[in-house]
T-cell receptor, first 113, second 116 residues
Framework: GESVGLHLPTLSVQEGDNSIINCAYS??????FIWYKQESGKGPQFIID?????DKRQGQRVTVLLNKTVKHLSLQIAATQPGDSAVYFC????????????FGTGTKLQVIP | GAGVSQSPRYKVAKRGQDVALRCDPI?????LFWYQQALGQGPEFLTY????????KSGLPSDRFFAERPEGSVSTLKIQRTQQEDSAVYLC??????????????FGSGTRLTVV
């Protein structure tokens, strides 16, 4: 079925550098996109979201970009810190439904001190 | 408690055993979801409840999987005759009605099931 996927399974960055995690989605009906962070032994934790009527949204140290033309999402983390080390998932949903979320396979972010 | 509570945190089952996994959602959260997360993969949807009604069970992988939420609060995911391919982390999430899947969702820490 249609799903959300990621380009890079593992990303290593130096502490203080910016990180960019990419994601491709394929379901044209999805109109709501979310980035989650998952640490070992924990459930996914919401980071930031974006609706399909936007192409950029900023949070604290994080920015999500949405390119609907090529069905691409990215998560940018500024000044990456050791506490950012985790697996990051992009996910998609449809606001007209009951908020079922479809996750991608994840990118592991390793921050090098 | 303030979060979604799942128990047990770890479960080891012999192949063929039945298991029951429990989810205590946040009080007042009408919507409840179960997800299955295989090692190194993203969570995959299993089933959805609105109060006690199971409105979507399209993600349950076989008829060995059964979920219930009889009083609209605590939910139990039951797996009969467990197989090795059932080994995964089972995550529960809850939300208020009409809340977005982003910060409206709260996930529990999951139950790690290992079938030997």
């Amino acid at each position: 079925g249609e799903s959300v996927g990621l380009h890079l399974p593992t990303l290593s960055v130096q502490e203080g550098d910016n990180s960019i995690i990419n994601c491709a989605y394929s379901n044209s009906a999805s109109d709501y996109f979310i980035w989650y962070k998952q640490e070992s032994g924990k459930g996914p934790q919401f980071i930031i979201d974006i609706r399909s009527n936007m192409d950029k949204r900023q949070g604290q140290r994080v920015t999500v970009l949405l390119n609907k033309t090529v069905k691409h999402l990215s998560l940018q983390i500024a000044a990456t810190q050791p506490g950012d080390s985790a697996v990051y998932f992009c996910a998609e949903s449809y606001s007209g439904g009951y908020q079922k979320v479809t996750f991608g396979t994840g990118t592991k972010l390793q921050v090098i001190p | 408690g303030a979060g979604v509570s799942q128990s047990p945190r770890y479960k080891v089952a012999k192949r063929g055993q039945d298991v029951a996994l429990r989810c205590d959602p946040i009080s007042g959260h009408v919507s409840l979801f179960w997800y299955q997360q295989a090692l190194g993969q993203g969570p995959e949807f299993l089933t959805y409840f609105q109060n006690e009604a199971q409105l979507d069970k399209s993600g349950l992988p076989s008829d060995r999987f059964f979920a219930e939420r009889p009083e609209g609060s605590v939910s139990t995911l039951k797996i009969q005759r467990t197989q090795q391919e059932d080994s995964a982390v089972y995550l529960c999430a809850s939300s208020l009605p009409r809340q977005g899947a982003g910060d409206g969702y709260t996930f529990g820490s999951g139950t790690r099931l290992t079938v030997v």
